[in-house]
């Protein structure tokens, strides 16, 4: 679980004026639309007395927590408190962390993290999202998992020949080519191979006629930190693209909001075969992903044993690591352990930092970052520990 990205969280289409409740990085969010239908991220904790704004209502721009009826302004600041008598100000502290949030490629994104916007790392550029001769369709899939394992799994090509013989992996030709990866910018990579697929059946056996063997397909592979992942297949009658965003619940559990674009078969009425499609792929990943253990992908990139066709992963798992060796790792175990289910914490926002005049106006204190797994001269000081200058004294 990993601060200071932008996360793409829900499906566009599933955010309106009534918010909903999200669980994201084992913290919960609420999520709106404001009256020009720009969304809206907050941390869904009231600081009056821990109540759900999700379960409250819009007013204007604003939410009403349902509880006593605290009033809160997109950017956190509550705004009214009915209880009080007129004229009697509103404490500094009442305010929720508020997390910037932008509507793209068809998905609403929250920055979840405080460092200062020109410090951070920029939304992806996602292709395919713009192309109008494409045919959407999207859906989320549940699964008791950890989201790293869940986009390794999605970017893995030695899996399909084993895992996937009932849709399209082919037992018969599971080696892999040798393949370069590409990195685009620093967040990024992908690369690309052709496979020999089993022969089609059900609609798409329409497609490849009478042919007795299908002709190889290129398969693209591709990821973005820290939970995206596409999965571009070539067919011989088409292209399909199928994105993930891996939304992490918590360490246990992910979402992935998928979307599939299609250029062959266009019509609503194949819909419902390529929906059928995505989930069945998913549910012969899913008891696979579940058996893994570690469940939670390792840190040490030597406590698990890889080869040539795992060099994607390999990427993926080497950058995730540098953002986790900058101290922008969550402490979820410490969460669990210590604060259980008598504190709350929350994801810290922009405005912690941004602005001094607040520094101490947060009331739900901020998720502990670990330091624990990283190397020890990364070790990140914790409040209270000797200084290194200290301690060589
Ligand atoms: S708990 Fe939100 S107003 Fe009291
Ligand atoms: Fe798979």
Redesign the pocket.
Known sequence: MIKNFWYAIEHSANVTRDPIRLTVLGQELVLYRDTKGNPVVMSDL?V????ALSEGFTEGDCIR?P????KYKPDGECVEIPANPPGRGIPKKARVDAYPAVDRYHFIWAFLGDLPESERVPIPELPYFDDPDLKHIHGDYEWDVHYARALENGIDFAHGAWVHGGSFGNRDAPEIEDYEIEYHGDFSASATISFKPKKATGLWSRLYGSKSEPDPVRVTNRWWMPNVSLLIVELPFGYQRLYNAHVPVDENRTISKWHLMRDFFKGNWADRDARRRVIKIFDEDRPMVMAQRPELLPYDLAAELHVKSDAIQVAYRKLRNKYLDMGWGIDMHRIRAEYANYQSVVIPSPARRDNPELANAWVMKEVPMKGSELPADHKLRKPGDPKKSEQRR
């Open positions: 009231c009056h007395r821990g109540g927590c509880y006593h009826g605290w």
